[in-house]
């Protein structure tokens, strides 16, 4: 038997299959966000730790298997956070998360030190909030008396390794995100830490994703009913753990995963770097592989969001209903899904959620359909850079809690123009790590959804969404600074 763990930005998800990745049982912890501010993102470190240790109790009960029945556990999480520890690895602050927009000062003050092209040739990227490096400095600059105790940085997945085997220690894909390691050499960039005046003794040693870099402790087997001395592995950041667990391995295969973000993600044999930073450069969890990846900020988070700010009574799929009986373009309603600034196409901390073409006659069915096409727009538009830079895609899994909805996976294979393939569970990341673990398989397709003829009809719709952006770009920067 195997355990994958994936630590979610809505909560952590642990289940428990066995050698032929078929899962045995599941558990969701979940856990609160903090926004102190605005452009805020922030959550407890501990809250990640007590899930993850009640989850892989909760599955082993589930199951009624023996604790010693577990050959290895494999971990994933949320990409990008900042984790800062001090000497003994108890956290200094709340973690900086993924979607943080805090760090816009830092990010141009990356790009002032090293220039946009070295930067992009050294990490693939252009300076970004969303990126640790950034959150990284920002911590310096803005709270150094904490930063003067911190001694480890760490992402979130690599700390709850450190929960559960005492070691420090990440993986290639997950350091990636991190700004701070070279894409081609796939170590930490000396020339990076130093002119940040990072020292590199507080990063954790990179490793391939499906190394044993630990093993389960004592303590940790005390809280979760592990035996002491089980084998814990490097494990991947959560998409590309999900692109393992879906069987996404080799070049042009994708995946577009709808949770909190919605991302889509492709393996590639080379690097292909995006000049312009629309999209980002990364490292995959096989080895010697690159992987292409967008980033939309607010996807699920979006319509979370709508329903609970506007006390919704109705669930998800009671939702899902009513906006299927709305017409492709809500008549004529769209949205940006820039809630929390946005990355992908168009990098832009400013960036804000808007609903276009608001009218008396709409009702909550339009604004929800408008909200499920504002998100699918964005995948397309970064659907249509991969395509740019010869990324050829011409199917595509979907996976989170979002291709759940088959009105949502009908919207994307309209807009792609190519099959969108639902699969038979949701474990994506965390079958990702059970596979990365040791476990021989990958989660199975349930359902093709093919285009429509409503894909003509959304070309129409989402011409006037592309310009929206451009359009409202000078506005956004200027309400930032009022």
Not at 88 to 102: E, F, S, V
Not at 129 to 157: D, I, Q, R, Y
Not at 167 to 175: E, H, M, N, P, R
Not at 466 to 480: C, G
Request: hydrophobic share 40%; charged share 20%; net charge neutral.
């Amino acid at each position: 038997m195997y355990i994958g763990v994936d630590v979610g930005t809505s909560g952590t998800k642990v289940i428990l299959t066995d050698a032929n990745a078929e899962t045995l049982a599941s558990y969701v912890a979940e856990y609160k966000l903090y926004s102190p501010r605005n452009g805020y993102a922030e959550q407890d470190a501990l809250d990640w730790r007590n899930a993850a240790f009640k989850g892989i109790r909760a599955v082993l009960e589930q199951s009624g298997a023996r604790g010693a029945d577990v050959r290895a556990i494999g971990l994933s999480g949320q990409m990008h956070g900042l984790v800062p520890l001090n000497a003994d690895g108890d956290p200094l602050r709340k973690a900086i998360i993924w979607c943080d927009q805090r760090s816009g000062a830092e990010a141009a003050l990356l790009t002032e030190i090293f220039g946009r092209e070295t930067l992009i040739e050294k990490t693939g990227n252009p300076a970004m909030t969303g990126f640790t490096a950034a959150k990284l400095l920002w911590f310096k600059n803005n709270e150094p008396s904490v930063f003067a105790m911190c001694k480890h940085v760490l992402l979130p997945k690599d700390y709850i390794r450190l929960c559960l085997t005492g070691g420090f220690a990440t993986d290639i894909s997950d350091a990636a995100g991190t700004q701070l390691m070279n894409i081609i050499s796939g170590d930490w960039d000396s020339e990076l830490l130093a002119g940040l005046g990072i020292s590199r003794e507080i990063l954790p040693r990179i490793h391939e994703s499906a190394e044993h870099v630990g093993t389960i402790s004592q303590y940790a087997a005390s809280r979760t009913g592990l035996k002491a001395g089980t084998p814990v592995v490097a494990g991947a950041a959560d998409n590309a753990a999900a692109a393992i667990g879906c069987g996404i391995i080799s070049e042009g295969n994708a995946l577009t995963t709808l949770g909190s973000s919605a991302v889509i993600y492709a393996v590639s044999d080379k690097p292909r770097i995006d000049g312009q930073g629309r999209v980002h450069t990364l490292r995959a969890s096989v080895p010697g592989k690159w992987t292409i990846m967008s980033c939309t900020q607010a996807a699920g988070m979006s319509l979370k969001w709508l329903r609970e700010t506007f006390g919704f009574t109705e669930t998800y799929s009671e939702l899902d209903r009513l906006a299927a009986e709305i017409p492709v373009g809500s008549d004529r309603l769209i949205y940006l899904p820039f809630l929390n600034g946005e990355r992908s196409p168009n990098p832009d901390p400013d960036a804000r959620g808007v609903f276009i073409g608001l009218n008396s006659a709409h009702t909550k069915a339009n604004v929800v359909r408008a909200v499920l096409e504002g998100v699918a727009f964005s995948q397309r538009a970064c659907l249509d850079v991969f395509r740019e830079i010869g990324i050829n895609i011409t199917d595509m899994i979907s996976t989170g809690g979002g291709s759940k909805s088959r009105l949502w996976r009908q919207i994307l294979a309209d807009l792609y123009n190519c099959p969108v393939k639902a699969l038979g569970s949701d474990d994506g990341a965390a079958m990702g790590a059970a596979v990365l673990a040791g476990a021989r398989g990958t989660v199975r397709v349930a359902e093709v959804t093919e285009p429509s003829s409503d894909a003509a009809r959304y070309e129409d719709f989402y011409g006037v969404y592309k310009n929206l952006y451009p359009t409202l770009k000078s506005t956004f920067a200027a309400m930032a600074k009022l």
